[in-house]
C-alpha cells in the first residue's frame, strides 16, 4: 500500500528535486556556451554569488521568472507542465460532503476516507471508498465543479489505476451545482449510467450500487441523486 505525503510535503520536495535540476543543467549549458558566471550574473541583474547558489541547488527559494531569464541567457527555453498529482488540499465543504454520505451508509458496509491507489508510489488517493462483499467503490466528492472533461478524465485515470467495480461522484447541492448538471449532462450520462437515487436506496440496503452514479448531498443528513 502506497504512503501518501501531505499535499505541501509533496509540493515542497518535488520544487526542491525541480530545482536542483534546473539549476545543474544550467550550469551545463552555461559552460558549454562559455558563459562566465560574471557575464550571467551581469545580465540577470543578480550578484556572482546568486548565480553559483542557484547551479549548486543552494538557492531553494528562487524566483520562477529568475530561473526562465537565467535559461533564456544560456540558450535554453524552460517549459513546465501540470497534471494530476496526489491528493489536494480540502476545505471544510469537502470534508462535510464526504461525511454526510458516510451517514448514510448502514453498518454492514465499510468506509474509509483518503485510500491509496493500489500502485506502489503513486500518491493518489481516493476521497473515499465503500465496500461491500466482493465489490468496492471509489468515491470522489466535488463541491464547486465546473470543467466536465477536466473532472471526467481525471476520474477516468484514477478508476483505470483504482482496481474498483465502479464510481461515485459526490456534489453538494448548491446553485452552482444544479447549473453543473444541466450544462454538462449529456457529458456525464454515459459515464454514469446508474441514477444517483437508485444507486443511493441499494447502498442504504447494504447493496451494491450496481453502477458508477452521480450523488448529489442536498442536506447535512439528506441526500437526493440525479
Known amino acids: ?53 542557484i547551479e549548486r541547488d543552494l538557492s531553494p527559494n528562487v524566483p520562477a521568472i529568475r530561473l526562465f531569464r537565467f535559461a533564456g541567457l544560456v540558450g535554453l527555453d524552460l517549459s513546465t507542465s501540470l497534471f494530476p498529482g496526489a491528493a489536494a488540499l480540502r476545505d471544510g465543504a469537502h470534508v462535510s460532503l464526504l461525511a454526510a454520505f458516510a451517514r448514510s451508509l448502514p453498518p454492514s458496509l465499510r468506509w474509509g476516507v483518503e485510500v491509496p491507489l493500489p500502485i506502489a ?71 454514469f449510467p446508474i441514477r444517483g437515487a437508485a444507486a443511493m436506496a441499494r447502498l442504504r440496503n447494504g447493496e451494491n450500487p450496481a453502477g458508477s452514479a452521480v450523488i448529489v448531498i442536498a442536506t447535512q443528513r439528506s441526500s437526493r441523486a440525479t
Open 121 to 191: 508510489g503513486d500518491q493518489r488517493a481516493w476521497d473515499g471508498m465503500v465496500s461491500g462483499t466482493g465489490w468496492r467503490y471509489g468515491v470522489e466528492a466535488e463541491t464547486a465543479p465546473h470543467d466536465a472533461q477536466a473532472l471526467l478524465r481525471r476520474l477516468a485515470l484514477k478508476e483505470r489505476d483504482g482496481d474498483v467495480d465502479g464510481l461515485l461522484l459526490l456534489l453538494r447541492d448548491s446553485r452552482r451545482v444544479r447549473d453543473f448538471l444541466r450544462a454538462a449532462g449529456d457529458e456525464l450520462a454515459p459515464r
Open 1 to 53: 500500500m502506497a504512503v501518501l505525503e501531505r499535499p505541501f510535503d509533496r509540493g515542497t520536495r518535488l520544487g526542491r528535486e525541480a530545482i536542483a535540476r534546473i539549476g545543474r543543467e544550467l550550469r551545463t549549458a552555461r559552460i558549454d556556451r562559455g558563459l562566465t558566471v560574471d557575464a550571467v550574473a551581469s545580465a540577470l541583474g543578480v550578484s556572482n554569488a546568486e548565480v553559483s547558489r
